[in-house]
């Protein structure tokens, strides 16, 4: 088996179920690793696959699409590249995840920053994840 297909990013692991967005909007855990806030929640019924995720940017600090669109393609590129942990850790404890990783800062991003930021984000919210694991037993 090649490492090849564990690099993409397509339509099963996008999250874009309403009535997951809305609970996860609701009653999500937050951080944040700036300029990167994270809402997550561990999603009790089966989903098609283990960590849905969705990117935005706000409309009132961005008020150009092709500005909001550029985040969140960036934001996707990186999350892409650097979720092997992130899925490894789901599978290895049997969880399934949504989140959403909005980006806050006022400046467009910087590929290079996003670059470090990820790995960082990705590590604490696998400790984040596993906290939860061990109130829950």
Not at 14 to 23: F, I, M, N, Y
Not at 99 to 104: G, H, P
Request: overall charge positive; aromatic content about 8%; charged content about 25%.
């Amino acid at each position: 088996m090649t490492d090849t297909p564990l690099y993409t990013f397509n339509k099963q692991e996008k999250l874009k179920s309403r009535k997951l967005l809305e609970a996860l909007f609701a009653n999500g855990k937050t951080f944040l690793v700036f300029p990167v806030k994270v809402l997550y929640m561990v999603v009790e019924e089966p989903l098609d696959f283990p960590v849905k995720v969705g990117v935005g940017a706000s409309s009132k600090k961005f008020k150009r699409a092709m500005d909001r669109n550029r985040i969140k393609r960036l934001l996707r590129e990186n999350y892409r590249l650097q979720k092997q942990p992130l899925h490894h850790f789901t599978t290895a404890h049997n969880k399934q995840v949504a989140v959403f990783l909005m980006y806050i800062d006022k400046a467009l991003p910087d590929n290079k920053l996003l670059q470090k930021k990820m790995p960082m984000l990705i590590d604490k919210l696998i400790t984040a994840l596993g906290e939860n694991n061990t109130v829950a037993h």
